[in-house]
Each structure stands twice: as structure tokens, then as C-alpha cells.
Nanobody, 125 residues
Framework: EVQLQASGGGLVQAGRSLRLSCVAS????????IGWFRQAPGKGRELVSC????????YYKDSVKGRFTISSDNAESTVYLQMNNLKSEDTAVYYC??????????????????WGRGTQVTVSS
């Protein structure tokens, strides 16, 4: 059974950093790509970043490029999202997701099949 457990959210001031963690149990990293979606109040969900561990392919939404870094630790079955220089527009619930579909530098072609519970990130200006 696939389980995705996200943590690390919180309330921070603009310009500060947070690191989100996603423990992905039952997800063989050789077969799955892991990604982070977010949904802000009143807005649709959007793909922020994803990674295919088998070859290190990554995707970043334009607005987070240069500020966010996704990484994976296969031995710990954990994917991280390091978020630096946070802005108020980064405020959202962040969801860890997984799919067998390859994550390329263009992202995923469809919504991932596995979703975890979200973690709230609030950035105050």
C-alpha cells in the first residue's frame, strides 16, 4: 500500500526558508516519480516540482525556479522540497504525490495517481 506522509510546513516570514519532507512508503523509487503540488485558497492546484529518482530528472514551476530545490533520499524513502526566499504567494497547502509516469523537465502529463495529506505553508509579508 502506498502511503505519502508530508511534513515540515509552518508559518514563516517572507524571505525565510522551510524544508518539506515526504516519506513515501510502499513506493519503489525506481518505478515512481515523486512530486509536490500546492493549492492556495480560492485557487486550483498546481504542480510545483517533481523528480524522477532513477535518472534525477526534475521539474520546477517557473515562479519557484532558483528558490526551491527538490531532492530524494532513496535509502530513507524520502523526498525533500527545500524552499528558500519564501514569498507570500507561496502560501498554500502542499501535497506530496507519486506516479509511475516519468517526471520530465516539463513536468507530468497528467495528475499523479497517489496523493498524501497536505501540509500548510503560510508566508507572512
Amino acid at each position: 500500500e502506498v502511503q505519502l506522509q508530508a511534513s515540515g510546513g509552518g508559518l514563516v516570514q517572507a524571505g525565510r526558508s522551510l524544508r518539506l519532507s515526504c516519506v513515501a512508503s510502499g513506493v519503489p523509487f525506481d518505478d515512481y516519480a515523486i512530486g509536490w503540488f500546492r493549492q492556495a485558497p480560492g485557487k486550483g492546484r498546481e504542480l510545483v516540482s517533481c523528480i524522477t529518482d532513477s535518472d534525477g530528472s526534475t521539474y520546477y514551476k517557473d515562479s519557484v525556479k532558483g528558490r526551491f530545490t527538490i531532492s530524494s533520499d532513496n535509502a530513507e524513502s524520502t523526498v525533500y522540497l527545500q524552499m528558500n526566499n519564501l514569498k507570500s504567494e507561496d502560501t498554500a497547502v502542499y501535497y506530496c504525490t507519486a506516479d509511475r509516469l516519468y517526471c520530465s523537465r516539463y513536468g507530468w502529463k497528467r495528475d499523479p495517481e497517489k496523493w498524501g495529506r497536505g501540509t500548510q505553508v503560510t508566508v507572512s509579508s
